[in-house]
């Protein structure tokens, strides 16, 4: 009995060994300098996450669904094209893939009623002014696409950090803070992960030079976007199974 209930709870969540596994072997990569491992683990951190969707997808409603695996999907390309963030054009289109997920993201938090709240969108909106700043004056070949992917990040990011979607989570700062009984209250800290990880990148293309620098931020970029990953996702999916739920 022990063992099929030990063989059932494994089953139920391989995505997230899956996923888990992924990441890892992806960070790594990165640290060590091994594109052939970041070729193999990185593609594998989007789908599954969009595996643990369409798990759920009978508590979520085709629209969550179908906004949950877009997103997963763009990233999933967003993150072949990353795997090389030193070449330009994979970094743009890397970028327009990740907007497409933002706009996914974006989506599915406004249709469950995020609002952007002064005390979170104006800092995210510095930052967004800032990095654009400096991406026109120091990489003008990239400067457009970033700064319009940028916009879309942050709107992301606004919108989960509202209070309002984990009305039961106790805020600091006007973010919620991240508690195991409401996964829905894990969106703020997903947003702002998402932002720190991209912003990351960055100041690592601009400012780092020396190889031992950047190969702690590459290792950082890429720990800190997994681990927001998971967060919006999950976050995402609980607010699709309490309003199923309270229907």
Do not use: C
């Amino acid at each position: 009995m022990a063992f099929g209930r030990i063989g059932t709870w494994l089953l139920d969540h391989a995505e997230h060994f899956v996923f888990a596994g992924a990441a890892a072997a992806t960070v790594y990569g990165g640290v060590a300098g091994s594109e052939r491992v970041q070729q193999v683990a990185k593609p594998l951190i989007a789908p599954a996450l969009a595996a643990r969707v369409l798990r759920r997808r009978a508590d979520l409603g085709t629209s969550d669904t179908v906004l949950l695996v877009t997103g997963l999907a763009a990233a999933t390309v967003g993150d072949v094209f990353m795997i090389d963030p030193d070449d330009d054009t994979r970094l743009r289109r890397g970028a327009t893939s990740f907007a497409v997920m933002q706009s996914a993201y974006s989506a599915l938090l406004a249709t469950h009623g995020a609002r952007p709240r002064r005390g979170t969108a104006a800092p995210r909106l510095a930052a967004w002014a800032t990095a654009s700043g400096l991406l026109a004056a120091k990489a003008p070949a990239v400067a457009p696409t970033l700064t319009g992917y940028g916009a879309l990040l942050g709107t992301t990011a606004t919108l989960a950090a509202d209070p309002a979607l984990a009305p039961d989570a106790a805020a600091v700062v006007g973010l919620p803070v991240p508690n195991r009984r409401d996964r829905r209250s894990w969106l703020g800290l997903g947003g702002l992960l998402f932002t720190g990880s991209d912003g990351l990148i960055v100041v690592r293309k601009l400012f780092l030079r020396q190889e031992k620098s950047r190969v702690v931020a590459e290792g950082a970029v890429l720990a800190s976007y997994a681990a927001a990953q998971v967060l919006l996702v999950e976050g995402m999916i609980a607010l699709g199974i309490v309003r199923t739920r309270n229907r």
